[in-house]
């Protein structure tokens, strides 16, 4: 019995790639679990049907309607006196508006779910949600948070080399993101550490707070990433303010051509392409 192989041409074999990427992505903004959940037991926990509890749904709802409209970040309270609910939705800077606001909506309905609490915050990948009984739009001081997916991540081998790339890296997004205004408080990049290896990088802040406090939040937060992953493949740090991760593959989206963002929800389109790709090439492997 032998086999035969029939070769596909490098940009169809580009394109298969790029394509399987994308249902990747797509499939895990689908049903991405939280990064991280906080649900503060103080004051006191509060009932689904209540002022505070309607006053709640309402201001979810909002957040993930609006959200999407106002480049990826909103604040809003609903309520009087007592029964007031402040809240706040942030989407990481390079997603699309139908994928922020599906991120905003499946983590307003995992909080309620899950924080019976007056006062709480949840980390998705693509975006996090916030409310409160009190009002916090500024600087709400530095909290730190390490989802479990740390604790997945390889060590390095070369990691003297590493770490001091590692910083040098991270400290330039930062000032990238709280210091160059047409970046809105977030910034990606990359930056080479060996002939095949390439760090990738992301930080965010969100857009309530002064551009001396993100960088202040930054740095607070890569002094928590330096103690956690520095001599790991990977890591994230999370707070209330800023967020903060690094890998060694891509995980972000690319600007593409006139600023506009990576569009995530091309699944159908994705699968069309592929198959008139294999098509194409007719059967890549044949076994006699």
Not at 129 to 143: E, K, L
Request: charged share 20%; proline share 4%; with cysteine.
């Amino acid at each position: 019995m032998r086999s035969h192989m029939r070769k596909i041409d490098k940009d169809a074999l580009s394109a298969i790639n790029f394509l399987m990427v994308s249902l990747f992505v797509i499939s895990t903004s689908v049903r991405a679990e939280p990064n991280f959940i906080s649900c503060d037991v103080i004051p006191a926990n509060y009932t689904q049907n209540s002022p505070f509890g309607n006053n709640l749904k309402r201001l979810l709802e909002s957040l993930w309607s609006n959200t999407p409209l106002s480049q990826g970040f909103n604040s809003t309270v609903f309520g009087n006196n007592t029964d007031q609910v402040y809240g706040q939705a942030l989407c990481r800077g390079d997603v699309t508006p139908e994928v922020c606001l599906d991120c905003v909506q499946n983590a307003s309905q995992e909080i309620m779910t899950v924080c019976p609490t007056q006062n709480a915050i949840i980390w998705h990948e693509f975006c996090q949600v916030r409310y409160s009984y009190r009002p916090f739009y500024s600087w709400d001081g530095y909290t730190r948070m390490y989802p479990d997916s740390n604790k997945d991540e390889k060590n390095i081998s070369d990691s003297v080399g590493f770490v001091v790339a590692l910083k040098d890296f991270m400290n330039k997004l930062s000032d990238q993101a709280a210091f160059n205004p047409s970046n809105l408080m977030f910034a990606t990049g990359k930056t080479k550490i060996s002939t095949n290896e390439m760090i990738y990088g992301l930080v965010q802040c969100t857009k309530d707070i002064s551009r001396r406090d993100c960088r202040v939040c930054l740095n607070s937060e890569f002094g928590d990433l330096d103690g956690c992953c520095e001599y790991r493949q990977g890591g994230t740090v999370l707070s209330r303010n800023c967020n903060m991760k690094f890998q060694l593959y891509p995980f972000y989206n690319e600007p593409t051509v006139n600023g506009k963002k990576i569009e995530f929800k091309i699944a159908t389109l994705s699968m069309l392409l592929l198959v008139a790709i294999l098509e194409e090439n007719k059967k890549t492997i044949l076994f006699v």
